[in-house]
């Protein structure tokens, strides 16, 4: 049985140990250098509210499990979770409207809430004044985690099952060789260790420096206030009756505390914390994660405060504290094992809302090999190189904060640090009057204004104005639906320049790509791959692109971070595996027209002879060498055509100029999108992820079963493709106004079916798309659902996929 050792006894390192020892792995020593349960840490002062609802099903999935752990624990005798329930309130429309959209989240968990009227919220929560308020979500399973509880509960059962816990010793190196941990060294001897889980909190940095690992990530601080003694609340002898509350609108959070409240608040400048000036351990009257109370910083939170709930006028601040915890550049946990030190595991940067449901993760990883949730948004190696610069994460951990009760847009771009990367043809986008989003630093057009004048032509276009306002239209134009149309007509020009762009080449590249991948790459030169990659489990760990450019030399289209690291970590000696992303460009030249285009300034052969679908070649492109692949995520005949950032910008000045005659347009990522969906081309990520098999998500056409072993193998022949028990299905509507974003609940009649994945008006069909996750008996064509739309219901219904082009007569033109 593999050693373990845990560094930190907050709620994390609580978890994994409890988590671990529960799966039969009993030796387990779990260090921390404070006292416990009141380590010093932030778990020892956390006030514990645990809101499920998120955007990320994630998230969801590891606040639910923490839950549903706490709610079953006690601490003799004293429960670790008091169930009083969350209450989200709202004091302005948009606001309002969100609330119904979080309900949605809720309820494809299968988790129950409720939009109630101000004077529900009041009966709730009496201390409201309903005047203010518009409105509230009640989610009766949210609750007080009681984080030192908690940490008691799960090491005394971790304990009772054989974990040693060293509290008062610190950590001071963690011991390697060849590249693997043998041990940790602390300041009362050295221990042996064949696995080290780093659950240091806000000293993540330091312990993880130890081996040399750099971990994205800071500590800020974070004001927490009682109040002296509310008369409102006078007699109250239990810990807390009245739901948690937060009033995101105020970046702030309320709890009750028998006759006082305690408030949260976001609503100050971020405070970040050098990690080797938190104090140590003893060194002052207070914890080390407590900083002093900077008041001025809780003025405007205090006069809110009293607004809100008009019983604080009678009440004092008591006293507050800035306390410090970690916040990370997306807001997710860092979740998993050094790529360079084989056995040394972080989970970092977790909530106590989510502190349960990562043990069991982490746990999972370690016992099984593999989490039982997707944590693809929470692993460690999912940044860009430029986003784990300590400028860049600085920044973006400090938004982060400022952010975290924000209610951001699906499609919202980071404010700063813009503009980050560029294509070598921004100056021309831009003056095209690209409007920029971002993806993964990129700036990438939306659309392009300079097209307006096609609206005129394209009277079908129009994106239908979304149903329930400014706020969910934002990020989309009109003019995309006329640069979707106007590309299935002439021929446009994309900017792919984000997407993921690695070299695979060396001696064993062939042998390397074909054991990971579901199809069979090993053809001739030149031909291209769509295929999966898959975990042991036959689970989808991403989709790719495999062109062979060389009898060992191959361009892999992937779709980020953790593809290129997931190839690197498996690479044999002779294979080398190289992100050609930054180095290079591509514009998809898609439409009937392309071929005319290209063939205007090409004397490579074009011909649909020479150069079929799913077919690669190294050309030029009047004077720029080019790869050109011949595929299209639009769905019209076209290549990808990449080449060098130094002559990025002449590509793109020889296709324009070439594409007149045509009328070449550029197209944005709206139009792009929407096509896209037409097709019925997944996204990773959206579409499907870590928790989907190939077969429910429609991409079984991507395995060749009849291939020698692959990932995954083993299991899809365990499968039936027929009888998977969901399916990724499409979903239309004709209601030019039933357009949604994603992440939508799916109903038939009052329950719950599903999710929506992607959604877009479909320009070409005519009709409103959601890709959607729902049981297998109601996948059938044809099939009535409803998707809940910021609390309205639209009908949908399962459709035949592609709604365009299913006989792909366009791409193989
Ligand atoms: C004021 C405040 C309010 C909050 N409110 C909420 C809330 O309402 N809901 C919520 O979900 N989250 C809340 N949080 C966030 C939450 O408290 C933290 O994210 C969470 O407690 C982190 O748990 P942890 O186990 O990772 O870290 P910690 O609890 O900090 O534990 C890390 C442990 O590692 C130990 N350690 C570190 N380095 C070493 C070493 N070298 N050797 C030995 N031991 C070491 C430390 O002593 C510490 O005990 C709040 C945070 C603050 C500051």
Redesign the pocket.
């Known amino acids: 049985m593999p050693r373990v050792v845990v ?7 609580a978890a994994v140990a409890d988590e671990l020892t529960g799966r039969g792995w009993t030796d387990v020593t779990v ?4 006292p416990l349960p009141m ?12 809101f499920q609802a998120n955007s990320s099903r994630m998230m969801t999935e590891l606040a639910r499990y923490t839950v549903e752990k706490l709610c079953s624990l006690d601490d003799e005798g004293e429960p670790c979770f008091l169930p009083v329930g969350g209450l989200e309130i709202a004091t302005s429309v948009e606001r309002l409207l969100d609330l119904h959209r979080r309900a949605g989240w809720l309820a494809s968990h299968g988790i129950e809430s409720s939009v109630l009227g101000p004077e529900q919220c009041v009966r709730l929560h009496p201390l409201l004044d309903a005047a203010e308020v518009l409105g509230g979500l009640f989610t009766p399973t949210d609750g007080l ?1 009681r ?1 030192v509880r908690a940490v008691a509960a799960q090491i005394r059962r971790a304990q009772q099952r054989g974990a040693i816990v060293l509290a008062g ?4 190196d963690v011991l390697t060789e060849d590249g693997r941990v043998v041990g940790v060294r ?1 300041d009362g001897g050295e221990l042996p260790a064949d696995v080290v889980v780093c ?5 993540g940095q ?2 993880a420096a130890m081996v040399g690992l750099n971990l994205p990530l800071t500590p800020l601080e ?3 206030v009682r109040t002296g003694s509310v008369p409102a609340l006078a007699g109250q002898e239990t810990e807390a009756v009245r739901p948690i509350l937060r009033h995101q609108g105020a970046d702030l ?1 309320y709890r009750d505390d028998y006759d006082q409240m305690m408030i ?1 608040s976001y609503d100050h400048r971020p405070i970040p914390v050098d990690v080797h000036d938190i104090a140590r ?1 003893g060194a002052g009257p207070t914890m080390p ?1 407590v900083r002093p109370f900077t008041p001025d910083d809780f003025a405007s939170g205090w006069k809110e405060s009293q607004s809100i709930l008009p019983a604080l006028r009678h009440a004092e601040v008591a006293d507050g504290f800035n ?4 916040f990370t550049t997306d807001g997710a946990p860092l979740i998993g094992e050094h790529r360079e030190v084989a056995g040394f595991w972080v989970a ?1 940067a ?6 349960a449901g990562v043990g069991r993760a982490v746990a999972e990883c370690l016992v099984d090999g593999h989490p039982s949730v997707d944590l693809h948004e929470a692993e460690l190696y999912r940044f860009e190189p430029h986003q784990i610069g300590p400028a860049y994460v600085l920044e973006r951990d400090c938004q982060s904060f400022v952010e975290v009760y924000d209610l951001l847009h699906p499609l919202q771009p980071m404010d700063s640090p813009r503009p980050l990367r560029l294509p070598p043809f921004h100056d021309r986008q831009h003056a095209l009057g690209a409007y920029f989003l971002e993806a993964s630093g990129w700036e990438r057009p939306q659309w392009y204004e300079s097209n307006a004048p096609l609206l005129a032509a394209y009277d079908r276009a129009g994106t239908p104005i979304a149903r329930f306002g400014e706020w969910a239209s934002r990020y989309t134009s009109p003019i995309a639906g006329a640069e979707a149309l106007a590309t299935r007509e002439r021929v446009a020009m994309y900017d792919m320049t984000a997407l993921k762009r690695i070299e695979v080449m060396g001696r064993g590249a062939t042998a390397f790509l074909q054991h990971l991948v579901t199809g069979n790459i090993d053809r001739s030169v030149g031909s291209v791959t769509y295929c999966l990659l898959l975990d042991e489990r036959g689970r989808i760990r991403s989709d790719v692109t495999v062109a062979r450019l060389g009898p060992e030399r191959y361009q892999v289209g992937a779709n980020g971070n953790l593809d290129l690291e997931y190839l690197r970590a498996r690479a044999p000696s002779d294979v080398f595996v190289h992100d050609i992303t930054p180095g290079t460009c591509c514009i998809g030249l898609w439409g009937p027209a392309a071929r005319d285009v290209i063939t205007s300034v090409s004397h490579d052969d074009f011909s649909n002879k020479g150069f079929g679908y799913f077919r690669a070649i190294e050309a030029h492109v009047a004077m720029v060498p080019v790869t050109a692949m011949r595929l299209s995520y639009v769905g019209e005949l076209g290549w990808e055509i990449y080449t060098s950032a130094d002559l990025g910008t002449k590509l793109w000045d020889t296709l324009w100029a070439a594409g007149q005659e045509h009328r070449v347009l550029a197209g944005g990522r709206a139009a792009f999108s929407s096509m896209r969906l037409e097709k019925g081309y997944r996204s990773f990520g959206a579409d499907m992820t870590w928790d989907h098999n190939p077969y429910e998500a429609g991409l079984g056409f991507a395995v060749r079963l009849a291939k020698d072993d692959f990932v995954g193998k083993d299991r899809l022949e365990q499968l039936d493709p027929e009888a998977v028990e969901r399916r990724l299905v499409c979903l239309t509507s004709t209601d030019p106004q039933a357009v949604v974003m994603g992440n939508e609940p799916v109903f038939v009649g009052a329950e719950a079916v599903g999710y929506v994945t992607s959604a877009a008006w479909g320009h070409t069909v005519g009709r409103a798309i959601a890709y959607a996750w729902v049981p297998t008996h109601l996948a059938t064509p044809g099939t009535d659902v409803e998707i809940g739309y910021f609390g309205a219901r639209l009908p949908y219904v399962v459709t035949t996929e592609p709604l365009f082009d299913p006989a792909m007569t366009r791409l193989r033109g």
Not at 39 to 50: E, I, K, M, Q, Y
Not at 323 to 326: A, E, L, N, V, W
Request: overall charge negative; aromatic content about 8%; glycine content about 18%.
């Open positions: 560094i930190g006894a907050g709620v994390v390192g260090i921390d250098q404070g380590t010093g840490g932030s778990s020892s002062h956390a006030p514990g509210l645990v985690a984080s010793r610190e950590v001071l602390t659950c240091a909190g806000i000293w330091k312990v974070h004001q927490l959070y949260g351990h994660s306390g410090i915890f970690s970092e977790v909530w106590v809302t989510h502190s």
